[in-house]
């Protein structure tokens, strides 16, 4: 049997060529991803926003009346409600949003939820409330507050723990990689005004264990070839790095995209958001491996010598102890 | 690294067996084959979004427990003083801002005034704190405040209280296996799965049932009570209904604030008919001490009206006819059959001590949760067998070993997930799919390395065990960062994203064993009897 191969043998691309431009696109590209996260905002699900989500199914009808819900929900007095179809053409989800002057009360986000299911329930005979979201002002401030502290303690304790494991400049690597795929998560979440909900949180998570894989996979390659060919110049041996690790990275992502594409097609609507994320996560994440995590250390300086062993604690003592025993 | 002794084998093969076993009793089930009831029955539980069922957080108001603590201390306080020999006699008392104050009519009994409030008192806290600091302001004005340790100690107490009534209440129900567990302070976590009438279940924990009866002031001038002026020792109780009979119109009740009693002295309470008119009321039977106050309550203002008020609104202002002397007393209020069967359920549990207010709620219809699932499984299903077919045509030989830890890595998930009793969520599935995607780039990353050796013109022994020992640094150090990723989602995370966090990180431990561990064990036997010359990667 001949077996396939992604990646033909020795290969030699010459990635780091164009590291220059590539850094320029992707800052713009950071930038521009924050611009619209601070301008167009994120569209925050039921999680972040407070207010209510209802899934339903108008079980006598073929096809759910959208235009005369909408219609009833607005008559309620609730302002833009979200009406989308959920899974089959019968059921949709339906999105309130809490009015801002209702965060601060408790029971506001319940409040509402009655009243529309309420409402629904005595217009729609047929109606099967399948699930009910309902997060008020205060809750949905502390998922905000503990979903950002989730981010940055991540993105923060596994840079330490790649710059106890390799060099400060592999440490700085990482965390600049990490904070280059979160952002264009977030930026492609505000572009399409795509839901950001709590699952969110977890799957940029997720991205943030993946794209560290990837990065760290190709910096324990640099670290082997920086031992092996001290006298290399810096560039040509991230990019031989990069190319012996080329198979396995194409591969990964292959059996990661694999695995995970048939769960965006055929899996259970609620999860869609959360595998699209990740989705294009593992797109993200292995491009800043490459174009963000490898470069940079060559502006951070390091040099064949960085993985030298250097004196320990009780080697400098013994020594300044020697040169004080010569002194005296 | 390619040696592997007898025991060693037979080590791992059990450990692998054993936690893989775990797995089948949650698989037949899934499969809906029943299980021997003979053998151990691990099962995996599922989260509230597969199984279908509501989790609710319930929060209670603070500020009420403290208002609620100095209105009883101002009862209390007036109550002892009273009984005191010789009488202290005091006015001007106010319980507002947070404190209660009073003047004594006879500053000369200010310490024997001080004696009698500090035997109230009781001690709060680990440091010998009392719960009330007791000042004396001007020679005779007392001013009582509650000190932190005592608030808090308070709303624990209340909380306590609190999440008896809500079993009490959910219990009544009849529905299986609630979780209702204290969170944080202030707050009640009440998970119920499989539940037909979600509604009906908030409505019950909702409700306070704080019944109480108290005497309506007749002599309240109607213009004050709709310009909103209080009566001196009255207050106004606005009309659950304010159309009701005997609400003469007005939208709130003037009714005297002390001497009334409270509903919480019940034996019984049930739903029936009124007998003039058939309308649904709720009969209560007070005990022996509530039958007695309600005897000298009725029979002291015969020809009054006393008010019913429920939860800070009258519900009727019937008229005392004669003096009910039986402990037994009927509530009537434009009450359906639904609504007067809740409030009895919530009077025979007993009054929650605090406001409960629904601050997050999350239900998930049972077809909807049994809909999530089989759609997993059918997306899990295809996403592993496009991985597996990927890895067999890339890595031949060694692709199929892959596969087979694969299999055993899944089925070690399921099983440790099963005995340390985890909750298998939606966002878990997508957790499992990823790992199936995450699992074998352990793999990839030997295999690739092992041709790269191969291809420098190692032998087949040296090319197979390099790739394993050079590999390993990378996955060691790719699972610790992916670990403290997902820690920190378990850490920060709630519910079902949880789930996610604790599939992922079990993922870790198993794939590294079956990816790298199994996989090199199966290797090295094939090689070993094989003695193969080249390898096909």
Known sequence: MRLIKLVPDNTNIRFLRWRVPFYVVSMILIAASWGLVMTKGLNYGVDF??????????????EAPVADVRRLISGLGFEDPVIQRFGDPNSVSIRVRLPDEATDNPGAAAAISDRITGALQKNYPDVRIDGNDTVSGKVSGEFRQTALYALLAAMLAISIYIWVRFEWQFGVGALFA????????????ALFQLEFSLQIIAAILAIIGYSLNDTIVIYDRIREDLKKYRRMPLPELLDMSVNETLARTVMTSMTLLVALIPLLFFGPESLFGLTAAIVLGIFVGTYSSVYMAAPILIWLGVSSDSFVPTESAVERQERKAREGVGRA | MLEFPTWKKLWYWGLTLVIAAAALPSLFSVGGVSWPNALPDPEISLGLDLAGGSHILLEADKNQVAQQRLENMEESVRGRLRLTQPRIAIGDISSSGGRLSFMLKDPSQVDAARDEILALTSGAGLTGQRDWDIKVEDGSRFVLTPTREGLEQAVSDAMDSAIEVVRKRIDSLGTREPTIIRQGQQRIVVQVPGLGDPEALKSLIGQTAKLEFKLVDETAAPNDIQQGITPPGDELVPW??????????VSVLAVKRLGGIKGDQLTNAKQGFDPQNNAPVVSITFDQAGGTRFAKLTSENVNKRFAIILDGKVLSAPNINEPILGGSAQISGNFTVESATQLAIALRSGALPVDLT???ERTVGPDLGADSIRKGMIAMGIGSLLVVLLMIATYGRFGIYATVALIFNVLMILGIMAVMGTTLTLPGIAGFV????????????????M???RKKGRRVIAAVENGYKEA????YDANVTNAIAGALLFAFGSGPVRGFAVVLIIGLFTSVFTGVTLTRMWVAGWLRSARPTELHV
Request: without cysteine.
């Open chain 2, 434 to 449: 990823l790992t199936i995607g995450a699992a074998v780039d352990a793999n990839v990353l030997i295999y690739e390395r």
């Open chain 2, 472 to 475: 390993s640094r990378a996955i």
């Open chain 1, 178 to 189: 990490l904070f280059h795929d979160v952002s264009l998560t977030m930026g492609m979440f």
């Open chain 2, 358 to 360: 629904v601050v997050e």
């Open chain 2, 240 to 249: 659950a209904d304010p159309n009701a009979p005997g609400s003469g119109g």
């Open chain 2, 451 to 453: 041709r790269e050796e």
């Open chain 1, 49 to 62: 926003a407070g207010g209510q989500e209802i899934r339903t199914t108008f079980v006598g009808h073929p």
